[in-house]
């Protein structure tokens, strides 16, 4: 009986002793758990952003393997470090933020002789401008986008009003008449902030037609295809898909309306929402997916999804769609677990590997988070605590963080762009941050993961 007696002791004694057992505070400890992840995110942002100041110090990215950096065009824009401080801010980096911002305004200037992408450095460089001016204060920044925002307007100058691809920053000449959704419509949330903030309406006027010009030459199931001239409105491409090419032209017809309450942008969202999901999405063996289809008939054309369709489970979330947003994402991670990170593409009927490598895209890991925040489910919790730590196993390098050649060999790529900083690394941090760093609700996040807020006064 004595020995007994001293077993239920000793029973209760563990029980006491234990985390997440009787006597414990489950909530305290997975905050603790939580507070513990925040750091280890916030110290592979600072390890990759190391290894920019060392090898690429006022360059556009890092190639971290051969110890050297790379710009996009002739000169840098200094894409890195406008890309990153948005993230910096959110995670309180107070030096890194001092740093970089001594770099951005001694050295940033758009008086350059040679074309840019348009889409890249609305998003990249506007994008960024624009958050960082949001949420630092420094009008230096918005002169900044004003400026570049200036520069890239001669871009709305073709007969339909859709932009062109191209510009020269110092002589304002376009080329690039054979465009795509994506480039058309990814400028609204940047150009009309711009607006807002400089209270010029031209910005937001000149981007819309463009939206309105493409959306008006829809196929008959409402969808858009895949390329089109810009100044003759004739389609060069009718497939249909939510994949690289078009996918945040949807993107920003919901973020749109979120943030700026225009109407137009609420009607041409839901049109095509109830197209995407009446044409597009593909419930089969496999699991829950979005295909392509031609943009007249409907018919079904490829079975193929990649790592740029996962974004829209977070757009399903914005829309309130909870239900189907999860069944994606159970698609996605199995998408993610094939391999241990995500292949760019995949035949999802099969599960075939398309295209192989993993360039650190943020996009799985986005609609993870979104899902994370509206629900508060814990398996989405552990999902992105999961993605993180694929990334740390098979990314990381001795001198920072690579992208990935093969997912089914884990050969690495000697490069990382500059959204490594803005999107994966911002979208990691958001799972464990403190309430108060963050509040997705008053925010809308452009396609880069930079923050604008949905007040002016915040």
């Not at 590997?353 to 943020?362: A, D, E, F, G, W």
Request: proline share 3%; glycine share 8%; hydrophobic share 35%.
């Amino acid at each position: 009986m004595k020995n007994c007696f001293k077993t239920l002791l000793l029973l209760l004694c563990m029980l006491m002793t234990f985390p997440g057992m009787a006597g414990s505070d489950p909530g305290s400890s997975q905050e603790a758990g939580k507070a513990e992840y925040a750091k280890r995110v916030k110290a592979a942002f600072l390890k990759a952003w190391q290894s920019y100041k060392t090898y690429s110090w006022g360059m556009d990215a890092v190639n971290p393997i051969s110890k050297k950096g790379h710009n996009w065009y002739a000169e840098s824009m200094l894409m890195t470090p406008v890309d990153a401080f948005s993230t910096m801010c959110i995670m309180g980096l107070g030096k890194e933020k001092e740093e970089a911002k001594k770099l951005i305004f001694e050295k940033l200037d758009f008086n350059k002789d040679f074309q840019v992408q348009q889409f890249e450095i609305t998003i990249r460089m506007l994008g960024g401008l624009l958050s960082s001016y949001q949420l630092d204060g420094d009008k230096r920044f918005l002169d900044l986008a004003t400026d570049l925002g200036n520069r890239m307007l001669p871009v709305f100058g073709s007969p339909t009003g859709m932009p062109y691809r191209m510009v020269n920053l110092r002589t304002g000449k376009v080329s690039g008449k054979i465009s795509n959704p994506a480039e058309i419509g990814t400028m609204l949330l940047e150009y009309g902030m711009l607006s807002r903030l400089t209270g010029n309406p031209v910005y937001y006027e000149k981007c819309k037609k463009g939206i309105v010009s493409i959306y008006d030459l829809r196929g008959k199931t409402g969808l858009m295809g895949s390329e089109i001239n810009v100044e003759t409105g004739e389609w060069v491409d009718k497939q249909a898909h939510i994949s690289g090419g078009i996918d945040s032209f949807y993107e920003y017809l919901m973020k749109g309306w979120l943030l700026f309450g225009d109407p137009d942008l609420k009607r041409m969202w839901e049109t095509s929402r109830n197209a995407i999901n009446k044409y597009l999405a593909d419930d089969v063996m496999t699991g829950f997916w979005y295909g392509s289809c031609d943009m007249d008939t409907g018919k079904k054309t490829h079975t193929e999804f990649g790592a740029l369709d996962c974004f829209f489970g977070a757009v399903l979330c914005l829309d309130g769609d909870i239900e189907r947003a999860a069944k994606l994402e159970k698609s996605i991670q199995k998408m993610w677990n094939l391999y241990g990170l995500e292949p760019e593409s995949i035949d999802y009927t099969s599960m075939k590997v398309l295209s192989p490598s993993y360039i650190v895209r943020p996009e799985a890991i986005e609609t993870t988070y979104y899902l994370w925040h509206f629900t508060k489910d814990k398996q989405y919790y552990e999902m992105g605590r999961h993605m993180f730590e694929s990334i740390e196993k098979y990314c990381q390098t001795e001198n920072g963080y690579a992208e990935i050649k093969d997912v089914r060999t884990m050969e690495k790529l000697d490069a990382l762009e500059s959204f490594f900083f803005a999107e994966t690394m911002k979208y990691c941090y958001l799972f464990f941050a403190p309430d108060a760093a963050f509040n997705l609700d008053k925010v809308v996040l452009n396609t880069e993961a930079h923050p604008f807020f949905r007040n002016t006064g915040k």
